[in-house]
Antibody
């Protein structure tokens, strides 16, 4: 069965850093692009970042460009999101999702359950 | 950036009724690369439709998608109790990927 499990969320002060991880199983990881999408509780979905199948192409929302870095380790079936210079407005539930293509942005056919990030002093 | 506007914000219907959800794009969506997702409280989104009209694996045929260019519709032919949720459209024809703000389908 296909699974995505996020980890690494928590409470961090403004200006701090956090690294999210997403462990993939049940499919050939390097056949797919991957992405991060976030959601403030009670609000809508916001695309954050995407990466192609081999990690050579990445894309970011303007709201996180220059602060967040997406990466992947195909040998470990893992996706990462390094978040620096965190702001209160980054507080959200962060979903890892599989893209139905090898590129850095497409539609998402498998989602994890999410990892919560809270930025607060 | 393509802005997606969903309407109505909330749809109050009874089981067995038909639901029609609209998603309008601020500019034409390339190759009709538009997807629909369903999200229930406390759960991750679930893919329903991709390519504007193709049903994802395991999605019942009461869900259908239509439209092209800037106007898209998700139709649920007869609402089942488990269908009440929030629905989002998403365009993936150009970067950045964008989502609509969502339509809540609630029990009347």
């Amino acid at each position: 069965e296909v699974h995505l499990v996020e980890s690494g969320g928590g409470v961090v002060r403004p200006g701090g850093s956090l690294r999210l991880s997403c462990a993939a199983s049940g499919f050939t990881f390097d056949d797919y692009g991957m992405t991060w999408v976030r959601q403030v509780p009670g609000r809508g979905l916001e695309w954050v970042s995407g990466i192609n199948w081999r990690g050579s192409s990445t894309d970011y929302a303007d709201s996180v460009k220059g602060r967040f870095t997406i990466s992947r380790d195909n040998a470990k079936n893992a996706l990462y999101l390094q978040m620096n210079s965190l702001r209160a407005e980054d507080t959200a539930l962060y979903y890892c999702a599989r893209l139905r293509a090898k590129v850095a942005w497409h539609y998402m056919d498998v989602w994890g359950k999410g990892s919560t990030v809270i930025v607060s002093s | 950036e393509i802005v997606l506007t969903q309407s109505p914000g909330t749809l109050s219907l009874s089981p067995g009724e038909r639901a029609a959800l609209s998603c309008r794009a601020s500019q034409s969506v390339s190759s009709n690369y538009l997807a629909w997702y369903q999200q229930k409280p406390g759960q991750a989104p679930r893919l329903l439709i991709y390519g504007a009209s193709s049903r994802a694996t395991g999605i019942p045929d009461r869900f259908s998608g239509s439209g092209s260019g800037t106007d898209f519709t998700l139709t649920i032919s007869r609402l089942e109790p488990e269908d009440f949720a929030v629905f989002y459209c998403q365009q993936y024809g150009s970067s950045p990927v964008t989502f609509g703000q969502g339509t809540k389908v609630e029990i009347k």
